[in-house]
């Protein structure tokens, strides 16, 4: 059928992705498996209800969307991340989410959906999961994990939105700022770092 395309904004490039149906239907993101990209919902999209609002992803380095930068690993938990901002980007406050992946669960794509509805019960309303089976985690690690990448993921893109052109400041501004931060600094120390840790400009 008649699909778009999307780029959704993100730190090292964009996030690329196809959408099919009426903008207003049922939200569902559809996370491709292992070396695919969104091109492997191509076939399946046209057989599924036509009153949804269907977005297929391509993860970061798949298909049309930018690498990360070089040198730069792909962990999976980095691929939940991604579909936060996608999720976000698209004012997506309760969506439904489908992945597709091999038969490896350990190296999965299909592991990004059940990892993103364990983190974010609040906003996935189903879950499909085609070729996988969910993610498995002792129930005594549960918590723990469970409040810990919640706040990387949650940490990192509120720091993304937030992000600012640095602020020019005196030397003196500069040291200070850096004694508060680092209460364990002596004047002199935090004069040392600050010849190596900071660049200045025309305007401070």
Sequence with gaps: GMFSELKFPVPWGHVAAKAWGPLEGHPVLCLHGWLDNANTFDKLIPLLPRDCYYVAMDLSGHGLSSHRPAGSLYYLLDYVSDVRRVAAALQWRRFTLMGHSMAFLFLSYCFISPQFCFLYPEMVDKLILLESFGFLLAPEDTEAWL???RMVIDGLLSLEAKQQTPKARSPEAALQRLLEANRHLTA???AILLQ?????TPAG
């Design 196 to 200: 190596r840790g900071a660049t200045e």
């Design 188 to 190: 002199e120390g935090g």
């Design 147 to 149: 409040k810990s990448k």
